[in-house]
């Protein structure tokens, strides 16, 4: 009895040391992606987004660590923007850097924020940080002080999604895992 009550004990202890976080989860997703670059569609409807549904959008998943994962992001010609998710004691951060051609910082970039309520191991939302509403606020644009972002990744499906929501404003944008797409020119600033 005393046997059967022991390995009962092992078996739960190795149960829930072996189940991860749905951060964690998340995280290896997305890390499943590192390397490949997919091509995505403007899937919300304001039409304040007309002008990248116009254009062919690509994102590559280009550099990969156990605690970073840059994903420049292509709009058209634009090689602007990168999306920056960061791994750091169990939380995770999403930022956005925005370049100009020259690779000099544009003066709105830096922006984002860290998941603050638990999310699930395919989605995960990262409201605006105290940083990002300071620069919000400073740079005349407080209306996206109120600013989520969310991220999905959903391998079942072979979606990554890529959102943001504040009142009044809804932009999402799908990109098909199942078609890896050539990755676009390296993003404005890269070293190669």
């Known amino acids: 009895m005393l046997l059967r009550s022991s390995l009962f004990c092992l078996f739960a202890l190795s149960l829930t040391s072996c189940r991860q976080s749905p951060e964690s989860q998340f995280w290896d997703r997305l ?12 899937v919300s409807q304001d039409v304040a987004d007309d002008a990248w549904r116009a254009e062919r959008v690509v994102m590559h998943v280009r550099d990969c660590s156990t605690s970073e994962i840059r994903i420049p992001l292509a709009v058209g010609d634009d090689r602007s923007r990168t ?7 169990g939380t995770l951060g999403l930022h956005h850097i925005h370049l100009h051609e020259d690779g000099s910082e544009d003066a709105l970039s830096g922006y984002g924020g860290r998941v603050l309520a638990a999310g699930s191991g395919s989605r995960q939302d990262f409201p ?10 400073r740079e005349g644009i ?4 109120a600013n989520v972002w969310a991220i999905e990744v959903r391998p079942a499906d072979a979606v990554f ?21 050539d990755p676009p020119l390296p993003h404005w600033g890269a070293d190669d």
């Not at 890390?31 to 403007?42: D, K, M, P, S, V």
């Not at 999604?161 to 797409?181: H, N, Q, W």
């Open 31 to 42: 890390a499943l992606l590192c390397g490949q670059a997919f091509e995505g569609a403007i």
């Open 83 to 89: 999306w920056v998710l960061t791994r750091d004691k």
């Open 128 to 137: 605006a940080d105290a940083a990002t509403k300071a620069l919000f606020d």
């Open 142 to 145: 407080p209306v996206s002080i």
């Open 161 to 181: 999604a890529y959102e943001l929501a504040r009142p009044g404003r809804f932009f999402r944008v799908e990109f098909d895992t199942s078609k890896p797409a």
